[in-house]
């Protein structure tokens, strides 16, 4: 049975603009009429503690914030955990910064230390300008010694248009468990429909986990980037490993990492700009 998601935070808000921004100097093709504009980030958090050892979610959210984004994939999110995050349950307190939709995905969800309180939990969430009319957690294959991930799939109202996001974090120690995360991923997503896959897949391109979600989807980075698009770690980044994929119901026009701020977390966000056609 599926997992549903475990938070979900409601507010009515407006649609982003239909404007298309820039994606470099000659600038992108113009979109077709009716079509929308979609700014998408995935953004490992590290439960809001900076690479400068400060826990500052408001700092979080200002990158957030200033990047314009419209939907976020967030990984490494504690809701309640432990003293590390304050205890804080991080997924309402970044929806309510930002006045966005959210929904969270537990992946460890543990008894709290003592009756009364709140689940100790820990996963992805997702946040969105757009009303989410519905969301669950997937659990994904998990080897004995290795930590328990999911993938958080949410369907959103974009202009009256649907479309699934998906946010997920792979394993991070076992080639043999991202290899089937990742074969579990494509037969879960709707390859045909308007689909967003994000998140630290804490694997290289050309890696056969990568492969195999490349061979179905599109990289937004090659089809829209510059440079390495690496992302960790923050200090000198030498390794692309936060990523985010569209099916081809998307036209990325730009990709970006952003380094404004590199202190907020131990991973540089992706901001990818995507046209979806009507």
């Not at 979600?213 to 770690?233: E, K, Q, S």
Request: hydrophobic fraction near 40%; charged fraction near 20%.
């Amino acid at each position: 049975m599926l997992r549903r998601t475990l938070l979900t935070v409601p507010l009515a808000l407006a649609s982003s603009t239909l404007a298309v921004a820039p994606a470099g100097a000659a600038g992108p093709a113009p979109a077709r009429p009716g079509a929308r504009v979609l700014t998408v980030m995935t953004f490992n958090i590290h439960h809001g503690e900076g690479s400068d050892g400060v826990l500052d979610l408001e700092r979080i959210a200002a990158v957030i914030r200033d990047s314009g984004a419209d939907v976020i994939g967030l990984q490494e999110v504690d809701r309640h955990y432990s003293e590390r995050s304050d205890w804080a349950d991080q997924p309402a307190e970044l929806a309510d910064l930002l006045g966005m939709h959210v929904v969270f995905g537990a992946n460890i969800d543990r008894d709290p230390p003592v009756s009364g309180v709140q689940r100790i939990q820990y996963g992805t969430a997702i946040l969105s300008r757009h009303p989410i009319l519905e969301s669950e957690n997937i659990p994904l294959f998990r080897s004995p010694d290795q930590e328990q991930r999911g993938l958080l799939r949410a369907s959103l109202d974009v202009a009256g248009t649907p479309v699934d996001v998906c946010c997920t974090h792979l394993a991070a120690s076992s080639a043999v468990d991202r290899l089937e995360q990742a074969r579990q991923i494509i037969e879960r997503i709707d390859t045909d429909g308007a689909t967003i896959l994000m998140g630290d897949l804490n694997a290289r391109p050309g890696t056969p986990e990568i492969q195999i979600i490349d061979d179905v989807l599109v990289d937004t980075w090659d089809a829209a980037g510059h440079g390495t698009g690496a992302t960790y770690p923050v200090q000198e980044p030498d390794a692309r490993i936060d990523d985010i994929f569209v099916t081809e119901s998307f036209r990325p026009i730009r990709a970006a990492v952003l380094a404004d701020v590199p202190e907020a977390s131990d991973h540089l966000p992706v901001l990818s700009q995507l046209v979806l056609a009507p």
